[in-house]
Structures are given as structure tokens and as C-alpha cells.
């Protein structure tokens, strides 16, 4: 059995994804602001009329420097029926926030995988490859580098959400460097359990890192049920926040059926004495994530 996991997590979701990309500066009219050239575009009326019932639209247009990844007309279409109109005037811009950043940042200044704060306080994660820009795994940069007098524009085909607005799954595949977990969530089907709706899971993530620190092999001598059982272990099916722990030693059991051992104290949160919780709390709409420096094992 193969467990090249991020190649056939690629491979499965590769016929939803446009790559499509062009990385050539497109012209604008000289003293075009953002909004602007949101306003001048046909394709981006969706996001002018957010950008206007939030009141974003003046400070795209007078503030800056920002870089915007503008969600086209199609990009909204995607989402779920219903979403927007379901928003308050807050999570609306909060969402529109998620899409700015408050520097000017053209596609030839990023770094092949980093997170960046957005103005909405959360980070974004970009890949960047031959073939083009990637943001949180899913959303690509079809327009790159549309320059306007107060920043940098460039268009993406997916609206990009904070986690709080994803499940789980969602949560982990934005984060570049949990793509080995979710090739394996992917691997061993997984996927539907976890995007459960009315779920409230705790799932410790491990990240990339700690599945390359396993000893060599250990990966390619699982079984497809034993790599399960192995995943299942680090899921609790209770949702617990970081600030739910006073200091002490806890035993949880989780959807293996055996526990693992949470000590928390000095600031820190240990899982089985030897696994750290490196980022807590990524809380979504049927779960939280705590990513782990190192893979639970039963």
C-alpha cells in the first residue's frame, strides 16, 4: 500500500481545483484604487456590494497600502445557498477582512509556503509553486498582481473563511503544514465522520513535522486499519478548548477506545509525556483543533 498521502490527497481533490494562473502584472488605468478596480470589473459585483454594506468599500478606497485577494462573482456562487444572506454585518466583514492584508505583497514576493495575518486578526496560508499561488489549500490565484495605487489586487476563485466558518477537516486542509494528516484523514475515509455537522469533536493534529520524526518506515508498514485506529486516537469526541483545563493531570478517551493522558501545567499542555501542543484552540463550526509536535500512538 502507497502512503505518498499528500499525492493522493492531491490527486483526489485536484478535478475541484482550477490552477489556472497568470503571472504577468496586468495594466490598470494610472489612479485606480482598489475598490476601483473592484467596482470597474463585472466579475467582482458580488464583493462590491459586500464591500459596500460593510462600509469596507471607503477604506479600500482611501487606506492602504493593502493586498486584497478579491473573490470573483463564481466564488460566491460557490458557497452553500444561503450564506451570505444568513450573515450579520459583522461576520460579513470579518470574512471581507480575512481577504486583506495591510501591506502591498505582489506574488513574486512570496515564499513557497508561509501564514500570514490578515486584517482580521487570522492568518491566511499561501503555497506558491511553478504553476501558480495557492491560498488555505483550496482557493487559487487566477489574476495575480493587479496593481492599483493603494495596494495590489489578486483574484481567487474560492471566498476564503476564518475558521470559525469551517469544520474540522476544513481547518486542517487550509494549514499547508498539516497536509500529511489529511492525506491520511483522506486515506483511511475518514473525511465524512469528521465533517459530521453535529459533531463537537477535540482533535489533536499532528503536524508534518511530527510524522517525519517517526521512525523511517513506520508509515508504509500500516495498514490501512491500523493507520485508522491510529488517527481515531487522537480524536476526543468532546469539544475542549484549551481555557476549559485548569492545571492537572486528565484522561480522556478517545474514538480508538483507549485514552491518552492530558497534563497541563507551566503554561504548556502535554499529551502521553511526550507530544506538546504547539497551537491551540483552532475552534470550528463542529470541533477544535490542537495541533501536536509529535504523532499519538495507541
Known amino acids: 500500500m502507497s502512503y505518498k498521502l499528500i499525492t493522493l490527497f492531491t490527486f483526489l481533490i485536484g478535478s475541484f481545483m482550477l490552477m489556472a494562473y497568470n503571472d504577468s502584472t496586468t495594466s490598470v488605468d494610472e489612479g485606480q484604487s482598489i475598490t476601483e478596480i473592484a467596482v470597474n470589473s463585472p466579475d467582482f459585483s458580488v464583493l462590491v456590494d459586500a464591500l459596500g454594506q460593510t462600509g469596507l468599500a471607503a477604506t479600500l478606497d482611501t487606506g492602504g497600502p493593502f493586498t486584497v485577494f478579491a473573490p470573483n462573482n463564481g466564488a460566491f456562487a460557490d458557497l452553500p445557498a444561503g450564506t451570505l444572506e444568513s450573515l450579520t454585518e459583522e ?20 515564499a513557497p509556503e508561509q501564514a500570514v495575518e490578515t486584517l482580521s486578526g487570522e492568518e491566511v496560508f499561501i503555497t506558491t509553486t511553478g504553476t501558480g499561488v495557492q491560498i488555505n489549500g483550496a482557493s487559487n490565484v487566477f489574476q495575480a498582481d493587479v496593481i492599483a495605487t493603494n495596494g495590489v489586487l489578486h483574484a481567487v476563485n474560492t471566498v476564503l473563511l476564518p475558521d470559525a466558518y469551517n469544520d474540522v477537516t476544513g481547518i486542517a486542509l487550509k494549514r499547508y503544514f498539516l497536509s500529511t494528516l489529511v492525506g491520511a484523514v483522506v486515506q483511511t475515509e475518514l473525511l465524512d465522520a469528521l465533517q459530521n455537522p453535529e459533531a463537537n469533536y477535540t482533535v ?9 520524526n517517526l521512525p523511517s518506515g513506520t508509515l508504509e508498514s500500516l495498514t490501512v486499519d491500523q493507520l485508522r485506529n491510529i488517527l481515531l486516537y487522537h480524536v476526543v469526541d468532546t469539544r475542549i478548548l484549551s481555557t476549559d483545563l485548569a ?14 493522558e492530558v497534563v497541563v501545567g507551566g503554561g504548556s499542555i502535554t499529551i502521553n509525556g511526550n507530544a506538546t501542543v504547539t497551537g491551540a484552540d483552532l475552534n470550528g463550526t463542529n470541533g477544535v483543533i490542537h495541533t501536536i509536535s509529535n504523532v499519538l500512538l495507541p
Do not use: K, M, N, R
Open 91 to 110: 461576520q460579513l466583514t470579518e470574512i471581507l477582512l480575512y481577504h486583506v492584508i495591510g501591506a502591498s505583497v505582489l506574488a513574486g514576493d512570496l
Open 247 to 260: 492545571d492537572g493531570t486528565y484522561e480522556l478517551e478517545t474514538l480508538s477506545g483507549d485514552s491518552i
Open 204 to 212: 489533536f493534529a499532528p503536524t508534518d513535522e511530527a510524522f517525519a
